[in-house]
């Protein structure tokens, strides 16, 4: 079983959809979380960094953390064909050191 | 955007030949990762490092050697490339453990 598991996708959805993308987890020592965007050929972004669980929410972003369930998301409110890109997620522990475990990556595309 | 160089962006190189790729950062920040992408894969941890000269592995290192003599720089190295080492290679940095890690840009590395 890998550490995150995330649907690859594709999703596609309709310029000004709210799009709801997720990951869950095993290991339930993991209390970082982040989300990064990558356009194709490019760097990974980062977008959303989060520790514990609760909400943040940055302009039309929203992280949601939910240690309980073992499962994050990630919201896109009114989305916009710049958001269409892969998304990754990412977490880590204090017990995993400096490990960062990533999602394999959603790719979405937002359709004018 | 965090000043993290890759150089170089694209290198084609044969097998069995040494390759030395460079990470460098302007923000001083203390840890430097490289971590390879691959389809189906997603980012996987080469190797990293906590301050000049400390280094450790990642979950795969086989092949791969690093070296850290200043802060700024973080040069990973293929002793003898192998065409299973085609593959984007993306530095990160980051201030302290498990905060947020900032990306470079990558470098594309083929292996004939």
């Known amino acids: 079983q890998k550490e995150v598991e995330q649907d690859p996708g594709p999703l596609s959805v309709p310029e000004g959809a709210i799009v709801s993308l997720n990951c869950t987890y095993s290991?339930?020592?993991?209390?970082?979380f982040m989300w990064y965007r990558q356009y194709s050929r490019k760097g990974p972004e980062l977008l959303m960094y989060?520790?514990?669980?609760g909400n943040k929410e940055d302009g039309r972003f929203t992280a949601q953390v939910d240690k309980s369930s073992k499962y994050i998301s990630l919201f896109i409110r009114d989305s916009q064909p710049s958001d269409s890109a892969t998304y990754l997620c990412?977490?880590?522990?204090?017990?995993?050191?400096?490990?960062?475990?990533f999602g394999t990556g959603t790719s979405l595309t937002v359709i004018p | 955007d965090a000043g993290i160089t890759q150089s170089p962006r694209h290198k084609v190189t044969e097998t069995g030949t040494p390759v030395t790729l460079r990470c460098h950062q302007t923000?001083?920040?203390?840890?430097m990762y490289w971590y390879r992408q691959d389809p189906g894969h997603g980012l996987r941890l080469i190797h990293y490092?906590?301050?000049?000269?400390?280094?450790d592995k990642g979950e795969v290192s086989d092949g791969y050697s690093v070296s850290r003599s200043k802060t700024e720089d973080f040069l990973l190295t293929l002793e003898s490339a192998t065409s299973s080492q085609t593959s984007v290679y993306f530095c990160?940095?980051?201030?302290?453990?498990?905060?947020?890690?900032?990306f470079g840009q990558g470098t594309r590395l083929t292996v004939v």
């Open positions: 290991n339930s020592a993991f209390q970082y």
């Open positions: 490092s906590y301050g000049v000269k400390d280094t």
């Open positions: 990412a977490m880590s522990a204090i017990s995993t050191g400096n490990q960062f475990y």
């Open positions: 923000e001083n920040h203390r840890y």
């Open positions: 989060t520790y514990s669980s």
């Open positions: 990160a940095i980051q201030q302290l453990a498990n905060t947020e890690a900032f």
